[in-house]
């Protein structure tokens, strides 16, 4: 036999394929599937809890969540606004949250494009701020909250919103930085260098072609931000002063008992994070 | 078309006796790159005059500072010495926005987000062009390019060939006074690397706008090119028209880069006329046409010759021409024509194209003794 027809003869061979066992479930289709429902049920079964218990009766003594089950009702989303401190704290959050996004987001970007472009002739300290940035988001935030007040305090400023902002912004930075830059690794610079080719100034260029291409990055950069943001406590807990934002309150409820109304908020921001999943979604189907 | 020609003769007028100005002109143009405290020199001290309207390939291997001489017309790169002049007008320092010339990249550079009409008006918003105008400009350039109707397209949706007419509309259509085309081809299969060749051309014809082409391909250069610049190593080797460089080489680099060439060296044994003499043997001679060197009896001499310039037969040719004994080593079946590897008596290895007919048959095989001769003119001294 000759070199070429023994190889057809592979070749052949190859095609039709192993001919045992085609028959009968493999171990390997079932394990896969089991697998990821477990774990889909376990990262959801806290929240539906917390979603479930949102819509229970409660009939005696206090308001305050119980988890024995009483009976259906909507009455917390009807008197959601009812507990004092609770519904202010919710909007301080989220205007808190809202602010720290918007500096974090421009600053870490910023700062992403930086450390994409240049090098160290002309930007001197660039692995510094790498390890600064990776020690940002691998230092304990115990840490960071207790060197945060200890600041404040030195330089007397007065705790509250500006406090919060300050420190969220810091934790924040670094995440958005890191999304951003992930986002540019693949950017083709040569698309900067053709707009400028076409009579755009460094502006033009930057709002028309280099802005709208590194976008998804820097939304995903801003949602992780934001989430950051409003589920802060530890950090919170330490530079809130007088301004209690929602988790703290939270956590200071805790010790007399939680209202149900804390269940319908909790609720209300899974099911907004819900949608932007899902509109994220049917957005990056409809792009081709 | 007719009113970029107006546009272009309106142009002329105004420059006045700037009309012949070359289009571009560098003037001891050099660029050092600094990497790791060392100074990699690209180009050296290059002085290169570009004329209007004419097609010109800036022709090397990667690494020859071809790109960086295009990026330096274009104004990405600056240059470390030097001038760099547009239509008489000094550009050096001026960025590339401010510069009347429009670039085709390697990798296309279309905008992603950007559908087909977006990419090709591009150029004209910036200049404010009117808006009903930019509708007109854009369609008439989508049409030289054979792209009517894609206009809602996103470049991802268009194939390869279409992407480079895309990115090829969107520099013309801003009517630049000269365009660069950075290995425009290169991403492309070979069918439509040969159909798009003659399409530049034709487009560049209809257009006559200077072209300034960079390649690697020297089959490339020499179909499309009005005027060839052969670069190595950051100077040009030489300049001159596609049939000159390829018959011509100037340098041994310039033979031995375009197309297959027979390089061979030898002692000048006497001067016939205006014909160098080599003696190889008493039957075997190489004939060297010197006008204008200075070449005398004992001087060496280099020289080329073009495989298909080269005769092959069994019998001693005729005198008058150059003639050298040799061993067949090789046979190559190449469709149209064969190639012989032939190892002469004074062991230089040749290459000898010969056309395939069915009156010539087989000339040679393997291992047989041969008569290689061509005619003097087409031995070409180097140096």
Request: glycine share 8%.
């Amino acid at each position: 036999m000759t070199a070429l027809a023994r190889a057809e003869a592979a070749e052949a061979a190859r095609r039709d394929g192993p001919p045992r066992r085609r028959r009968g479930v493999r171990p390997g289709r079932v394990i896969l599937p089991v697998y990821s429902w477990l774990v889909i049920a376990y990262l959801v079964f806290p929240i539906a809890v917390m979603i479930v218990y949102s819509f229970n009766r409660v009939t005696r003594g206090l308001q305050q969540v119980s988890f024995a089950w009483n009976g259906f009702t909507l009455q917390w989303y009807r008197q959601w606004n009812a507990v004092p401190g609770l519904t202010s704290s919710f909007w301080l959050t989220i205007r808190l949250a809202i602010a720290a996004t918007v500096v974090a987001t421009v600053l870490g970007t910023l700062l992403a494009l930086a450390l994409v472009r240049y090098r160290p002739p002309r930007f001197r300290g660039k692995t510094l701020v790498e390890q600064v940035l990776f020690l940002n988001i691998a230092a304990p935030e115990i840490v960071m909250g207790a060197s945060l007040l200890g600041l404040f305090v030195t330089i007397n400023l007065a705790r509250g919103f500006l406090t919060l902002l300050l420190s969220h912004v810091a934790f924040s930075i670094a995440y958005v930085a890191v999304t951003v830059r992930a986002r540019m690794a693949g950017f083709d610079r040569s698309l900067e260098e053709a707009a400028a080719d076409l009579g755009a100034n460094a502006w033009v260029t930057f709002r028309k072609i280099t802005l709208p291409l590194i976008m998804p990055g820097i939304l995903a950069g801003a949602l992780m931000a934001f989430a950051l943001s409003v589920d802060d406590f530890v950090t919170s807990n330490f530079v809130s002063g007088s301004a209690v934002p929602f988790p703290v309150w939270v956590y200071g409820a805790t010790r007399v008992g939680i209202p149900p109304q804390v269940f319908v908020f909790g609720s209300a921001i899974f099911m907004v994070g819900i949608c932007c999943a899902l509109a994220s979604i049917v957005v990056s189907r409809r792009q081709p | 078309m007719t009113e970029t020609h107006t546009a272009r003769a309106a142009a002329a007028g105004e420059a006045g006796p700037d009309a012949a100005l070359p289009a571009i002109e560098l003037a001891g143009v050099a660029k050092e790159f600094h990497s790791g405290g060392e100074v990699v020199t690209a180009v050296r001290d290059m002085d290169l005059a570009i004329r209007e309207g004419e097609f010109f390939s800036l022709l090397g291997p990667s690494g020859c500072g071809k790109t960086t001489t295009m990026r330096m017309i274009a104004g990405f790169e600056e240059p470390t010495r030097g001038l760099i002049r547009l239509h008489g007008r000094d550009v050096t320092g001026t960025p590339p926005n401010k510069r009347d010339v429009n670039m085709v990249f390697q990798s296309y550079a279309l905008f992603p987000h950007m559908t087909v009409f977006e990419n090709v008006a591009f150029g004209l918003r910036r200049r404010q062009v009117p808006r009903n105008e930019i509708t007109r400009r854009v369609g008439e350039m989508l049409e030289i390019v054979d792209l009517s109707g894609r206009e809602r397209r996103r470049p991802r949706e268009l194939s390869g060939g279409q992407q480079q007419r895309v990115a090829l509309a969107r520099a013309l259509v801003n009517r630049p006074r000269a365009l660069l085309l950075d290995e425009p081809l290169g991403a492309l299969d070979l069918k439509l690397r040969q159909a798009m060749q003659v399409e530049l051309k034709r487009i560049q014809r209809e257009v006559g706008i200077t072209f300034v082409y960079v390649t690697h391909d020297q089959g490339e250069a020499l179909t499309m090119s009005d005027r060839i610049a052969v670069m190595n190593d950051g100077v040009i080797e030489q300049l001159g028209l596609p049939r000159e460089i390829y018959e011509h080489p100037a340098t041994r680099f310039v033979a031995g880069f375009i197309g297959t060439s027979n390089l061979l060296t030898g002692t000048v044994t006497r001067l016939a006329g205006e014909l160098a003499v080599i003696e190889v043997s008493e039957a075997e001679q190489i004939l060297v046409p010197v006008r204008g060197l200075r070449v005398g009896p004992g001087s060496p001499l280099e020289l080329t010759v073009r495989p298909e310039k080269i005769d092959l037969a069994t019998r001693r040719p005729a005198d008058g021409a150059c003639a050298l004994r040799g061993t067949v080593t090789e046979v190559v079946y190449l469709g149209t024509s064969t190639s012989f590897a032939v190892t002469t008596t004074t062991g230089a290895e040749m290459v000898v194209f010969r056309q395939n007919s069915a009156l010539a048959g087989d000339l040679a095989g393997r291992g047989d003794e041969v008569w290689l001769s061509w005619q003097p003119q087409h031995s070409y001294p180097i140096g």
